[in-house]
């Protein structure tokens, strides 16, 4: 029996349709279903249904038992549902009640034709880059989920000034970006908060980091690909005592000579992809591109 945990930030409406059919399609096989405690209680305030959804199980916490993580919103839930996932292995896939939905792919009139691929095991696995992050001196806010799937990201705080970060790749010094910030993205995040400051898609099974300036005053500065096993050292510094740090969605203040090193994580995230489904067809999709009337 399939053991499947199920994952939502938050109750939204345009939501309700996807959750309803992904319960009552789960209610009717022969699994084992584990909802996030928090996510469940929003789902019976909200559902107006006869079924109990009281009946599934729940989950505060994961383990290697489980076999699937099916995430329910946007790419950010997938971001949050990492925390959960950590080093474990589960593969994820995500029911897209978001907007853009680059991880999120499967759409509301697919789940229960894609669910049954997945009971069945009739999927590939997209295996993705994950980065981590250490800090000296330490930071609390940062020990325990010390890693990210898109981005690692520092920007400034409290000030509209720029701050510099000074960059060194492999104890080699490039530059000192004169600017709001720098992202250091995985494949999986070009698509994301670099690709709107102008970084390159870069395809999910790539070796590659992308860092992207953002808003540089050093209008030369141009972002750059680099080798997915190069350890990156930041410093940051400006007119303000603090600058903000971001892995994803998690966000923590450092002080400003903070020494930042940035690697590849020690462990990966499994995304299901259905075999009909491909990242070159995600991103004609999702960027619209073909799509110029003059086609």
């Not at 996932?85 to 034709?113: C, H, M, S, W, Y």
């Not at 080798?227 to 400003?256: C, M």
């Not at 000579?257 to 259905?274: D, N, R």
């Amino acid at each position: 029996m399939k053991k499947i945990a199920v994952y939502g930030q938050f109750y939204q409406k345009n939501a309700e349709v996807s959750i309803e059919i992904l319960l009552n399609f789960l209610l009717s096989k022969d699994v084992s279903v584990f909802i996030e405690k928090n996510f469940l209680e929003l789902i019976n305030q909200h559902l107006d249904s006869e079924k109990n959804y009281d009946s599934f199980k729940t989950f505060e916490s994961l383990d290697d038992s489980y076999d699937v993580l099916v995430s329910i919103g946007g790419d950010g839930t997938i971001l949050r549902a990492i925390t959960y996932v950590k080093d474990l292995n589960i593969p994820i896939v995500g029911i897209n009640a978001g907007r853009l939905g680059f991880l999120a792919t499967i759409q509301e009139n697919g789940i229960e034709d894609a669910m049954h691929h997945i009971l069945n095991n009739n999927f590939k696995i997209s295996k993705r880059t994950l980065l981590e992050i250490e800090t000296f001196p330490e930071n609390e806010d940062l020990k325990e989920l010390n890693f990210a799937l898109n981005e690692i990201a520092v920007s400034r705080k409290n000030t509209t000034s720029m701050i510099t970060v000074e960059t060194l790749l492999d104890n080699e010094y490039l530059t000192s970006y004169w600017s709001d910030g720098l992202i250091v993205s995985t494949p999986t995040g070009s698509t994301g908060y670099s690709l709107s400051c102008g970084g390159p898609v870069i395809t999910p099974g790539a070796n590659s980091l992308a860092l992207t300036p953002i808003a540089p005053h050093n209008l030369s500065a141009r972002p750059l690909v680099i080798p997915d096993s190069t350890e990156i050292k930041l410093k940051v510094s400006g007119r303000e005592d603090n600058f903000l740090v971001s892995l994803d969605s998690r966000i923590a203040t450092l002080s400003n000579e903070t020494l930042i090193i940035i690697k590849k994580a020690s462990f990966s995230i499994k995304m299901i992809e259905l075999h009909e489904e491909s990242f070159l067809d995600t991103l004609r999709k999702k960027l619209l591109w073909g799509e110029d009337k003059r086609n």
